[in-house]
């Protein structure tokens, strides 16, 4: 073997490594959304009384300088698992960015097959989480609980670029890569995929698993198809952005949010 080739992973290494990414990232969300909602239904309301806050301040008012410090460390500490998944991929798959498809080759692609994306799966998404708060099967989802900042909206833009980077990286773009490897039929990866998404935000009720098990199916296909995480990451992004920031501009002004 020649100085510059990647050493051959074993099955056994390669499903060791995935259980060790996802137990440091995506699968250890699953676990906590698990415990969450065995949490919410075993308290009086259960879920139809329920509420989950998203991207809340992280100090007082009077202290904005302190909560921005706090925000931005999370948002960037939240960036080493898709460091780890991007390096271990490397070590045997070569450049990491090409391979997952998340490098610059196809840049009106990715912007607009994600835009695309997020309003065939946006849409379809508000009215599913609406009906399931309805029927007593969703949580309400408090989606930005900043305290009144001038840098609340980029603070929620960086939010929804992490998701979207953190979620499709890892989920995804290394996931399917290394179920790939494994030999998984592409049934099985798109399946895999549905629920580890849809686990990992069954915390925000029964609305919430079918709903991201069912883009979770979708974005898995879509990689299959186009090996590029790039229109998944920006449709993600667009996806997270509408909800934080809508959320953060319209529901002081409406009752039904």
């Known amino acids: 073997m020649s100085h510059t080739e990647a050493p051959l992973l074993s099955r056994r290494a390669v499903g060791r490594e995935v259980v060790i990414v996802l137990a440091l ?54 960036m080493a698992p898709v460091a780890l998944a991007l390096h271990v991929l490397s070590l045997d798959r070569g450049n990491p960015f090409r391979l997952i498809g998340l490098d610059p080759r196809r840049p009106a692609f990715d912007l607009l097959g994600g835009a695309a994306l997020a309003a065939c799966i946006g849409i379809p998404g508000l009215a599913l989480y609406f009906t399931a708060r309805a029927l007593g099967l969703n949580a309400t989802i408090a989606a930005a609980n900043l305290n009144d900042v001038w840098w609340a909206v980029p ?9 979207a980077i953190l979620e499709e990286v890892i989920g995804v773009g290394y996931l ?37 098990a069912v883009m979770g199916a979708v974005f898995a296909l879509c990689f299959l198809k186009w090996k590029r995480t790039g229109p998944l990451v920006v449709a993600h992004t667009l996806l997270d952005i509408a909800a934080f920031v809508g959320y953060l501009l319209v529901a002081p002004h409406v009752s039904w949010l």
């Open 25 to 78: 990232s995506l699968g250890a969300s699953a676990v906590w959304s698990i415990v969450s909602i065995v949490g919410t239904l075993t308290e009086p309301g259960g879920l139809a009384d329920s509420v989950q806050s998203m991207n809340s301040a992280r100090a007082e008012a009077e202290r904005p300088w302190y909560d921005l410090a706090q925000q931005l460390v999370s948002l960037t500490l939240a």
């Open 155 to 163: 603070v929620l833009v960086l939010a929804a670029l992490k998701n």
């Open 176 to 212: 399917v890569t290394r179920l790939r490897q494994l030999a998984w039929r592409p049934a099985a990866i798109i399946a895999a995929h549905a629920l580890l998404r849809g686990t990992y935000h069954l915390y925000q009720g029964f609305g919430g698993f079918i709903g991201n």
